[in-house]
């Protein structure tokens, strides 16, 4: 979906390097998220946002935090990044709770 | 907590063969979704469905709302190459608080 832009598209990096991924949307939409995909375990919650001034922990936020600069912005960052995070990770949005989420193109990170 | 049960997870079919997959669920949903991902994008929505019992058809795609509310199915018919994928269905609790359960998806692979 055009109207959710993820950055960097892939990443490749070392072993605690703090890394960053961004999202932004142009649906005007208040909800965001950010899942990880892994082979077989389909896509896990790692944290939403309602609001600006509202940050939620989803099942898997260990060793993840985000921020939510503006309506249109939420970024994901990993503080000190091991491999087992290495994955694909989703940005998405949606009007409200229960309702349909409009997923960006994902960011593929690898962490060696 | 909730949890969606989606089978199968993979399918090797034929070309022009019809394809069923299914959700299930112990807990009530009030929306039921049903989701398309392609390799190297982000799933994308096929079709929402938001009363108990409705039936709803996108091209050769069709999904029904569960009566008991805890379950769904999507029909692909006369599959073609071009419905490889992973399909995930996804179900929507009620309340405004309430965040999308994705199940953990059908891989779906089509033999010309």
């Known amino acids: 979906d055009a109207d959710v832009t993820q950055t960097p598209r892939n990443r490749i990096t070392k072993t605690g390097k703090r890394i960053m991924l961004e999202c932004s949307q142009t649906k005007g939409h208040d909800r965001m998220y950010w899942y990880r995909q892994d082979p077989g375990l389909g896509l896990r919650l790692i944290y939403y946002?309602?609001?600006?001034?509202?940050?939620n922990k989803g099942e898997i936020s260990d060793g993840y935090s985000v921020s939510r600069q503006a309506q249109a912005k939420f970024s994901l960052s990993l503080e000190s990044a091991i491999p087992n995070q290495t994955a694909l990770y989703f940005c998405?949005?949606?009007?409200?709770?229960?309702?349909?989420?409009?997923f960006g193109d994902g960011t593929r990170l690898s962490i060696l | 907590g909730q949890q969606l049960n989606q089978s199968p997870q993979s399918m090797f079919i034929q070309e022009g063969e019809d394809v069923s997959m299914n959700c299930t669920s112990s807990s009530i949903f009030n929306t039921w979704l049903w989701y398309k991902q392609e390799p190297g994008e982000g799933p994308v929505l096929l079709i929402a469905l938001y009363k108990a019992g409705e039936l709803t058809s996108n091209g050769r795609l069709t999904a029904q709302f569960g009566i008991t509310r805890k379950d769904s199915f999507l029909n692909i018919s006369a599959s073609i190459p071009s419905d490889v994928g992973i399909y995930f269905c996804a179900g929507g609790p009620g309340g405004s608080q309430g965040n999308l359960i994705f199940g953990k998806g059908t891989k779906l692979s089509v033999k010309p």
């Open positions: 998405a949005t949606s009007l409200g709770g229960g309702q349909p989420q409009h």
């Open positions: 946002s309602f609001d600006v001034k509202d940050i």
